[in-house]
C-alpha cells in the first residue's frame, strides 16, 4: 500500500488545530527553509554573530537576532512589526530585485555592518533603518525612496543607498545631512544598481562598492535605451495594462554599463575606463583594505575576462589576469587582493576549479573549489568537492599546505570573522541544518533554528550511474518492500548548467520523497553541464543542450531500469521539471518517445532565442552567428513528434521564462494536431510562493502522472 500524503494532513508544531497536507507545508514552509539563520555576519573582533531568522517555520517576516558567542545567549535586535504600523509595502524595483534573487521571504531579507560590526542598516518597506549594536537601538534614518540595497562605509559614519527611482544617495548618520546625490538624466538609466543580466545571469547582486577608507566609492551606471521592450500582460484582468520590461534576449542588445569612481572629499567623479566595446559585461567589482580596486569584465562571447585593477583618480586601469577559454570563462568568486597585495583568483586549470595565487594554483587538483571564503596572509579558505555531492570547507596554505576543516558528509559553508568561524552543515541525516560557532578557544556554540519540524526523512540513495558515471538520487516509497511491486519511474532533474540537485542534503529531496510516496520510484540526476565534477564536464553541453543532456536521462532510465528491475517498470517511465528540467520534460516526450511515457513541464524554455543573452549566449553562441544551434536546441521544431501525453504549465507573470515559450510551443502543437495540456497560472511569477497554487499545482501533476502512466 501507498500512502498518499495529500490525503494524509501533517499537524503543524506551532498550532497543532491546524493540519496541512505536504505540498502545502512545504509551500508554507518556504520548503522548510523558514526559520533557518541567513545572512549571517561576525564582528570584527569575532564576539557576536549576527543573522537574520524568522520567529518560526511558517512567518516569512525576517528579524534581525545577535548571538553572543562568549555566553551563548541570542538577542533579538529587529523585528519589523515593531517598526512597520501596517503591512509591508514593496517597490516595484524591490520586488523585481527580489524575484532575481529568488526571494520569497518578507521583513529583513538582508542587511549590511561596518567593518567592525558596530553599527548595520537595512531597508524595511522602502525607509531607511540604522541599528546600534552597542545600545541595541534602532532609528530610522531620513532617505529618499523607496529605498533599494542600503550599505554603511566602513566606518559606520554615512549609508549610501540606491532608490526605485534609479538615484543614488548618502547620508550622513549623525546630522541626518544629504551628502551626494545623483541623479539619472532619463527613466531608462540608473546608479548605484545592478543590471537586469547582473542578478539574473552573474549572481552580482549590488552596483556599489565601497572604498576601504570610506572616503569614496565605486558606482554603476546602467543605461537600458537599447534594449528591447517586452510586455507582461495579465489577461486575467484585462483592464491592467501590460507590464513594460527591458528584457535582454539572445542576439540583441544589452544595458549599456560602466563604472565611476566617485570621490566625497572633493566632490569628483571619474569614469573606470576598459574596452567596452569588447567587455560588455561588468562581472565582479572588488576593494580590499589597503589596496587599489580590483574589477573582472567579460567579453560578449564570454571566452576572454580580463582581471584589471584600477587607478581610482584617474579611472585608468592595467591588465593583471588574461583569462580564456575555447568555451566559456566561468565566473566565480570576485578575484581580490590580499593584503599583502597578491591578487587571489578562482581559474580552472588542469580541468580542475583551482585557488590561484598571482595565476600560481595553490590547490591541489583533486579538489573541485567551489567558492572563495576569507583571504589572510598564509592561506585561502575556501568551500570544496572531492566528490560533486559534499562540499567541505578547506584551508589552503601559500606554502602549499592543506587542512580539511570539516570532515563529515554532507554540504559545508563558512563565515569567518576574527578569531571566529561559523559553520553550516546540511546532510542526509536530517532536514534541518546545523549551524556551529567556532571560537578562539575551542568551544563550539550553536545557534538555534525555528524551523518548522520536517513531517519526514527522505530515504535517499546516492548512486553512480551510466556510462558517463552521472550523480544519481534514487528514492521508493517510504513504505516499499524491495521486489513486492513493479513501480512506474519518475524523473525529476533539473540537469542543466550551474545547478546541482544531487547532493548530501536531506531538504533538497523533501519533494522527491512526497513524489515517490505517491507510488513511484523517483530518480534525480546530475547529467553532463552540472557543477561540482570539472572543466570538461560542464563543457560537454556547449551547442548541445537537448542532445547532451536528454542523453544522460535517457541513460539513467535505462541504468536504473536494470538495476532495479523487479521495482521499475520500464513501460511507465515519466518526467517532470521546472525551468530547464521543464524544457528537459518536454524535450524527452517529443525526442524519445520509445523511453518516456508521459511529462510534465513547467516554465519550460522552448525557443533559446527567447532567453536572455548572458546565459543564453554562453552555451549555445549569439544566434545571429550560428542560428543553426538554436534552431537544433528549440522545441518548437519538435512539435510534430509528440506521441506522448505532455502537461505545459507557466505562470503569466513569469518574467524570466516568459509565458511565450510555452504559448509557441503549444501552438506549434496545435498546428501539429497534437493534444496536449496546458495549465496556466495567473498571477503567478518565475516562483510559485502562494501556497494553494503550489499546493494544488502538484495535486494537478500527481493527478495528470497516475493517469499517463496508468
Not at 541567513?38 to 570584527?44: E, H, K, P, T
Not at 561588468?282 to 576572454?304: C, E, F, N, T, Y
Not at 536531506?506 to 553532463?528: N, P, T
Not at 518536454?586 to 524519445?592: G, M, N, T
Request: charged share 20%; with cysteine.
Amino acid at each position: 500500500m501507498y500512502v498518499c500524503l495529500t490525503k494524509l494532513p501533517y499537524m503543524m508544531g506551532q498550532d497543532r488545530h491546524m493540519t496541512l497536507s505536504y505540498p502545502r507545508l512545504a509551500a508554507k514552509t518556504l520548503r522548510f527553509t523558514l526559520g533557518l539563520p541567513r545572512n549571517i555576519g561576525v564582528s570584527q573582533d569575532g564576539r557576536f554573530v549576527r543573522f537574520i531568522r524568522t520567529p518560526d517555520g511558517v512567518t516569512r517576516t525576517g528579524q534581525l537576532w545577535e548571538l553572543d558567542a562568549q555566553t551563548g545567549s541570542e538577542r533579538l535586535i529587529v523585528d519589523p512589526a515593531a517598526l512597520l504600523d501596517g503591512d509591508e509595502e514593496l517597490s516595484a524595483a524591490e520586488r523585481a530585485r527580489r524575484e532575481r534573487s529568488r526571494e520569497s521571504a518578507a521583513g529583513l531579507t538582508s542587511w549590511a555592518s561596518d567593518t567592525a560590526g558596530l553599527r548595520g542598516c537595512f531597508a524595511l518597506s522602502g525607509r531607511l533603518f540604522l541599528v546600534d549594536f552597542s545600545r541595541h537601538s534602532v532609528v530610522e534614518i531620513p532617505a529618499v525612496g523607496p529605498v533599494i540595497d542600503p550599505q554603511l562605509n566602513p566606518q559606520g559614519t554615512v549609508i549610501a543607498y540606491a532608490n526605485a527611482a534609479g538615484e543614488f544617495r548618502i547620508v550622513n548618520i549623525e546630522s541626518g545631512r544629504e551628502i551626494l546625490a545623483m541623479h539619472p538624466d532619463t527613466a531608462d538609466q540608473s546608479w548605484g544598481q545592478a543590471e537586469f543580466i547582473a542578478t539574473e545571469e552573474m549572481s552580482r547582486f549590488t552596483g556599489f562598492w565601497w572604498s576601504p577608507d570610506g572616503n569614496s566609492l565605486l558606482v554603476q551606471h546602467t543605461d537600458e535605451s537599447s534594449v528591447p521592450i517586452w510586455h507582461i500582460a495579465d489577461p486575467a484582468n484585462p483592464d491592467h495594462p501590460p507590464r513594460e520590461q527591458r528584457y535582454p534576449a539572445a542576439g540583441t542588445n544589452n544595458a549599456i554599463v560602466s563604472l565611476w569612481h566617485v570621490d566625497l572629499t572633493n566632490d569628483t567623479r571619474t569614469q573606470v575606463m576598459w574596452d567596452r566595446e569588447k567587455f560588455e559585461y561588468l562581472a565582479r567589482v572588488s576593494w580590499s583594505m589597503g589596496q587599489r580596486p580590483i574589477i573582472q569584465v567579460l567579453s560578449r562571447d564570454q571566452k576572454v575576462s580580463h582581471v584589471l585593477d584600477v587607478e581610482p583618480e584617474s579611472g585608468e586601469t592595467t591588465l593583471v589576469r588574461d583569462l580564456q577559454d575555447t568555451y566559456w570563462v566561468e565566473l566565480a568568486s570576485a578575484p581580490r587582493r590580499d593584503s599583502q597585495g597578491r591578487l587571489i583568483t578562482l581559474e580552472d586549470m588542469n580541468d580542475r576549479r583551482r585557488i590561484a595565487v598571482d595565476g600560481t594554483p595553490i590547490s591541489s587538483t583533486k579538489w573541485q573549489v567551489r567558492g572563495i571564503v576569507d583571504c589572510f596572509d598564509d592561506s585561502v579558505v575556501v568551500t570544496a568537492s572531492q566528490e560533486p555531492t559534499s562540499v567541505q570547507v578547506v584551508r589552503f596554505g601559500h606554502d602549499g599546505s592543506e587542512d580539511v576543516l570539516t570532515t563529515s558528509q554532507g554540504v559545508h559553508s563558512a563565515v569567518i570573522g576574527g578569531p571566529t568561524t561559523v559553520i553550516v552543515r546540511s546532510s542526509l541525516d536530517t532536514v534541518a541544518s546545523e549551524y556551529r560557532v567556532h571560537c578562539e578557544d575551542g568551544s563550539v556554540v550553536e545557534i538555534s533554528t525555528a524551523a518548522e519540524p520536517a513531517p519526514f526523512l527522505p530515504k535517499v540513495s546516492l548512486l553512480e550511474l551510466g556510462p558517463n558515471h552521472l550523480s544519481v538520487a534514487v528514492l521508493f516509497p517510504r513504505d516499499h518492500t524491495p521486489g513486492s511491486r513493479r513501480l512506474p519511474l519518475l524523473l525529476d532533474p533539473y540537469g542543466g548548467p550551474h545547478a546541482q540537485r544531487v547532493m548530501s542534503s536531506a531538504r533538497m529531496f523533501m519533494e522527491s520523497q512526497w513524489l515517490a510516496d505517491q507510488g513511484f520510484c523517483v530518480v534525480v540526476a546530475d547529467g553532463r553541464g552540472t557543477p561540482g565534477r570539472g572543466h570538461a564536464w560542464e563543457r560537454e553541453i556547449y551547442h548541445e543542450f537537448a542532445s547532451v543532456t536528454l542523453e544522460d536521462q535517457t541513460d539513467t532510465v535505462a541504468a536504473i531500469t536494470e538495476q532495479f528491475a523487479d521495482d521499475v517498470d520500464p513501460d511507465r517511465v515519466g518526467i517532470i521539471g521546472w525551468s530547464y528540467g521543464g524544457y528537459l520534460a518536454a524535450l524527452a516526450v517529443l525526442e524519445r518517445p520509445d523511453v518516456f511515457t508521459a511529462a510534465v513541464a513547467g516554465a519550460p524554455v522552448t525557443d533559446w532565442t527567447l532567453y536572455d543573452t548572458c546565459y543564453t549566449e554562453r552555451y549555445l553562441g549569439n544566434p545571429n552567428e550560428v542560428p543553426e544551434v538554436y534552431a537544433r536546441n528549440s522545441l518548437i521544431a519538435k512539435a510534430h513528434k509528440l506521441k506522448r501525453p505532455l502537461m505545459l504549465i507557466h505562470g503569466l507573470a513569469d518574467d524570466n521564462v516568459v509565458a511565450a515559450h510555452t504559448l509557441r510551443l503549444s501552438a506549434a502543437l496545435l498546428a501539429a494536431g497534437k493534444p496536449h495540456t496546458v495549465l496556466p497560472l495567473s498571477g503567478v511569477t518565475h516562483m510559485t510562493p502562494q501556497e494553494e497554487v503550489a499546493e494544488n499545482l502538484k495535486l494537478v501533476q500527481m493527478d495528470f502522472l497516475r493517469r499517463s502512466l496508468a
